[in-house]
């Protein structure tokens, strides 16, 4: 006869888990005859009861389960289901991958193209600056009317070549400011007429940055009159512009004051 485990027996009576007809004929003798036997089948009865009755989860009320039927079933769809697809991973990492690689390509073009910036044009930029100064947009950085104190401004502030600051007769130095041009530090000087309205502004720059065409440029006409050691000078309306070159440096000159009153201008330089 095959053997039974009576423990096991017991708790298969238990669980309602009896399925072969020797373990249910034997369960039924032990059953009776066995009140040790009847008195674990009845522990492991009343045990799974109290279990189930105790650590079973209470219903949800009928109310709560309509609410939440209903809101499930009348949801309405996303009025634009690819952004939820689009925040949700793993489109979501993605979607971050690609916004800080166009970043950085923004970065990184934005660097190049400032490495890479062409060389300005210096006649062009100190037409520029002069109007700029007359409407009032330009300001000096430093005010001095000593040529000495003003060169040491330029030195200590970066300017890498040697300034040239001459003592115009009959005008007074105002002072100075420094521009940045594709890197390069560049002092510029300005000069108020005897009357106090006229002005003499000086864009000056070493010749090195002329060389190449990698920072300043200047017209071939320019660069061949300088090369030769002669001035160029051209009049537009009020406004009269000189370019010369003293020792190593170039010099933009630009005023407003009449003929008869610049005409020992450029030799001062």
Do not use: W
């Not at 930029?125 to 430093?142: C, P, R, S, T």
């Not at 530090?185 to 007429?193: I, M, S, T, V």
């Not at 009269?240 to 000159?253: A, H, L, R, Y």
């Amino acid at each position: 006869m095959k053997e039974f485990d009576l423990n096991e027996l017991s708790a298969a009576y238990a669980d309602d888990e009896l399925n072969e007809s020797e373990e249910i004929a034997l369960v039924a003798q032990k059953f009776e005859l066995d009140e040790a036997f009847r008195t674990e089948c009845h522990i492991q009865v009343f045990m799974k009861k109290l279990v189930c009755t105790k650590c079973s989860a209470p219903a949800t009320p009928a109310d709560v389960r309509a609410r939440i039927l209903s809101k499930t079933i009348n949801r309405k769809p996303p009025a634009f289901p690819f952004i939820t697809k689009l925040i949700a991973p793993p489109f979501s990492y993605a979607l971050t991958f690609a916004v800080i690689l166009i970043f950085s390509l923004i970065t990184y073009i934005s660097k190049l193209e400032q490495t890479s910036a062409a060389p300005i044009n210096m006649f062009e930029q100190a037409g520029k600056n002069f109007k700029a100064i007359l409407a009032d947009k330009l300001h000096l950085e430093y005010r001095s009317s000593n040529p000495d104190e003003l060169q040491r401004f330029f030195e200590t502030k970066g300017v890498a070549y040697a300034t040239h600051i001459p003592r115009l007769t009959n005008r007074e130095l105002l002072g100075g400011v420094i521009s940045v041009d594709n890197g390069e530090k560049c002092a510029h000087q300005l000069y108020a007429g005897k009357d106090g309205k006229t002005l003499v502004y000086v864009f000056q720059v070493h010749e090195s940055l002329l060389k190449n065409n990698k920072t300043l440029t200047l017209p071939g006409e320019i660069l061949a009159r300088l090369s030769c050691g002669s001035c160029y000078e051209v009049h537009n309306g009020d406004v009269s512009t000189f370019f010369t070159k003293c020792g190593e440096n170039v010099f933009g000159i630009i005023t407003n004051e009449k003929s008869e009153e610049y005409a020992d201008l450029v030799g001062q330089f």
